[in-house]
């Protein structure tokens, strides 16, 4: 399925020939993604769990977020939001406007199905793009500070690491 085409990108859901290629080409930025990432997103998607996007650029896979239709954790859970899922966009493909066009499609995809959508964010430096777009883009943060391994972390906290599991999160009402 096509959500979105102009001259130099197409936004489309994901294809099994994607589970190797994003793999491989984090892989040459020095990220390691495993396959079964995008399996697995792909697995949701079949289920009716989540809708997938990727963003071709020039007939190159570029970059992908996913829209899940249900919050399963964190402090949106229960509330009836869908929340993007694993945004990327591959380094060499950056500043073209392929995130914010996927931010786009995304947005508006989730605004099929409530009024506000959410996100959690990694707080290292390798997700600072991420978080300076989502700030650009509207999106708060909910107030319930920092998260770590889906548990909110108390204050003066010492056992958590930087890491990919350490997350804000942030909504923003679409209409």
């Not at 591959?90 to 508006?108: F, N, P, T, V």
């Not at 390798?126 to 989502?134: E, I, L």
Request: proline share 3%; with cysteine.
């Amino acid at each position: 399925m096509i959500y979105y085409k102009d001259d130099d990108v197409v936004i489309r859901k994901m294809e099994e020939t994607d589970t190797q290629v994003f793999p491989d080409e984090f892989a040459a930025q020095g990220w390691d993604k495993e396959k079964e990432i995008y399996q697995r997103r792909m697995k949701d998607e079949a289920e009716g769990k989540c809708i997938t996007l990727v963003a071709e650029y020039q007939g190159h896979p570029a970059g992908y977020v996913n829209v899940y239709l249900d919050v399963t954790g964190g402090p949106f859970k229960g509330k009836g939001w869908p929340i993007l899922v694993d945004f990327g966009v591959l380094e060499k493909y950056q500043r073209k406007g392929i995130g914010s066009r996927l931010m786009d499609i995304a947005e508006e995809i989730a605004g099929q199905y409530a009024d506000t959508v959410c996100l959690g964010v990694g707080l290292h430096n390798g997700y600072g793009s991420a978080q300076r777009m989502y700030v650009k883009r509207g999106y708060i943060p909910d107030g319930s500070g920092v998260w770590y391994q889906d548990k909110p972390c108390e204050q003066y906290e010492t056992e958590i690491a930087n890491d990919d599991d350490l997350v804000l999160f942030l909504s923003k009402t679409l209409r």
